[in-house]
């Protein structure tokens, strides 16, 4: 890796505009029980620099399992899936209690946010998380994410938050997802077996040789850096790098994103908004299409506008909110893809109409684009 390509991945995080934060279980617990509610202060007062430099920042925290042993007076982490849920869902209340008090002290107000895998393989609830963190995140809210673990039984088994906060840095297409955990970054070897181990500052988040290094955790039943890496992998596919740092280094996060060089850096092999819009592309398959009128299709190609409803003429093909539809011109030919706010009845009943008529005709209104244009690309 050429020093310009250091410098270029270290860029990344000092532009980033929209960050996925997400801080492990080895980090948030000293000993695997309880949570260390003084580190989690100090997280806190570095999200909350962030944010008052304008930097949107979602957090996904663990912490749910370790929180809820406390409370239950437990001393051991179970090893049975059901004992796990419960803690977690005990701990979880004490998790967002942690949080919303720290943020209070900088007028922030959080949101929690339990998710499954599934919600974020699912098209329509995909859509949904997604308006709805958007939401919050545009309301100055800091969502505090974590696994919906009573519903869940893998994850919970395999501790796996990473793969969460790549999913979660996919939905939102972040620029930037950091993993904060017990170790300064990505080592050649677990530096808990290997005391000459060496920190990796740079690489490609598709490089294979950094599978081969990552082992699992030091703890039984959690992801290591195993995950870590694979997170980093998927983050990339929409354009977002992935830091792996210390979270007990002090200041981390306002030196991370002031571009000081820490922990493991592993940056998208393409730029990211190429990254993102292939992503988007070939997420789905098509289900329908949308023709456009001369002006929408010119918006779209010359501006980059969203598709609202009244630039469309027709619909065809079934299709639910949320699945991929192709826009084409009054020829046929392709104009752009994009996922859709509106199933194929509703768009019917509201294409070529004002958005402010959307609620009138169809009593609700899902949003006021038929397709919005981070969701739309341009073919
Ligand atoms: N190559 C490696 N470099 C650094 N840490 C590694 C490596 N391989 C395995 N690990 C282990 O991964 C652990 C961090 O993962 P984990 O315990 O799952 O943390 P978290 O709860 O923060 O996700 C480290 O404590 C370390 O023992
Ligand atoms: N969701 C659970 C476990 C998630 C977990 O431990 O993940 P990780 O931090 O990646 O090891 C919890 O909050 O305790």
């Not at 949107?56 to 051991?76: D, I, K």
């Not at 977002?240 to 592993?266: H, K, M, N, P, W």
Request: glycine residues 10%; aromatic residues 4%.
């Amino acid at each position: 890796m050429t020093l310009e390509d250091q410098r270029g991945g270290r860029d990344a995080l000092r532009d980033a505009r929209r960050v996925v934060v997400k801080v492990g279980s080895a980090l948030l617990t000293n000993d695997g029980r309880g949570l260390d509610e003084a580190a989690i202060g100090g997280w806190v007062d570095q999200i909350a620099a962030l944010h008052r430099r304008g930097i949107e920042v979602v957090l996904v925290s663990s912490g749910a399992v370790a929180a809820g042993m406390v409370r239950l007076g437990w001393q051991m982490r179970p090893s049975a899936v059901y004992e796990l849920q419960a803690a977690a869902a005990v701990g979880q209340n004490g998790l967002t209690q942690c949080y919303e008090h720290h943020f209070a002290r900088h007028d922030l107000l959080t949101a929690q946010v339990l998710l499954t895998h599934d919600d974020l393989s699912n098209r329509k609830r995909y859509l949904n998380a997604r308006s709805a963190l958007r939401t919050l995140v545009d309301l100055r809210v800091v969502p505090v994410v974590n696994e919906n673990d009573t519903v869940v039984t893998d994850e919970i088994r395999f501790g796996d938050n990473d793969t969460l906060g790549a999913l979660v840095a996919n939905l939102l297409e972040a620029d930037a997802l950091v993993i904060l955990t017990d170790q300064e970054g990505l080592f050649d070897a677990d530096p808990r077996h290997h005391s000459a181990a060496r920190l990796i500052h740079e690489g490609r988040a598709d490089d294979p040789s950094f599978v081969a290094m990552a082992g699992g955790s030091g703890t039984l039943g959690r992801g290591g850096m195993a995950t870590k890496v694979r997170a980093a992998r998927l983050a990339a596919r929409s354009g977002a790098c992935t830091a792996i740092a210390s979270g007990r280094q002090s200041e981390v996060l306002t030196r991370l994103f002031d571009g000081e060089r820490l922990g493991t850096l592993l940056s998208p092999d393409q730029a990211p908004m190429a990254a993102r819009k292939r992503w988007l592309a070939g997420q789905l398959q098509v289900r329908g299409s949308l023709t456009l009128d001369a002006g929408a299709v010119k918006v779209l190609r010359d501006r980059g506008s969203s598709l609202l409803p009244v630039g469309v003429k027709a619909v065809s093909g079934s299709f639910v909110r949320g699945d991929m539809v192709l826009c084409i011109d009054e020829h046929g030919e392709r104009v752009a893809k994009g996922l859709v706010n509106y199933g194929a009845e509703d768009a019917r009943q509201i294409q070529g109409q004002p958005s402010h008529q959307i609620e009138a005709i169809l009593g609700f209104m899902e949003a006021p684009e038929l397709i919005h244009r981070d969701n739309l690309v341009v073919l």
